[in-house]
């Protein structure tokens, strides 16, 4: 681990970047204004959950879980940007996007896995 000695107060910061970075990587996701606008509701709404859930605990572990999913989302969408540039193009075009195939969702959730783990030891 990285950060084993990092404060609560610091993984804060942590989490308030991860959710910037998570916000930045699916904002080509959103096809409207309105959701463009929504987006930073989706790490905002998991921090205030986690900030009122931790709310006087002494480890950091709720804000550490929090960065983490906020980074593995992030990853993905930077590792399966190909599929999705074409499942949008697909929509862009009028048709309707392919669904997965069983292959292409165990592909999608052992990535998923392994990405989670990854930083959490690295972290």
């Known amino acids: 681990m990285l950060t084993r000695t990092l404060p609560p107060e610091q993984w804060w910061?942590?989490?308030i970047i991860s959710g910037v970075v998570l916000v930045i990587a699916i904002h080509p996701i959103a096809t409207t204004a309105?959701?463009?606008?929504l987006l930073p509701l989706i790490p905002l709404a998991g921090a205030a959950f986690i900030y009122l859930d931790a709310n006087g605990d002494e480890g950091a572990y709720p804000v550490i879980w929090f960065?983490?999913?906020?980074l593995t989302f992030a990853a993905m969408r930077m590792i399966f940007a190909s599929h999705l540039r074409r499942q949008f193009s697909l929509v862009q075009s009028g048709q309707q996007m392919q669904p997965l195939t069983g292959r292409q969702n165990?592909?999608?959730w052992c990535t998923f896995v392994?990405?989670?783990v990854s930083l959490f030891i690295v972290i």
């Open 67 to 70: 960065t983490v999913i906020m």
């Open 114 to 116: 392994v990405v989670m």
């Open 13 to 15: 910061i942590g989490a």
């Open 106 to 108: 165990a592909v999608f």
């Open 34 to 37: 309105k959701k463009k606008l």
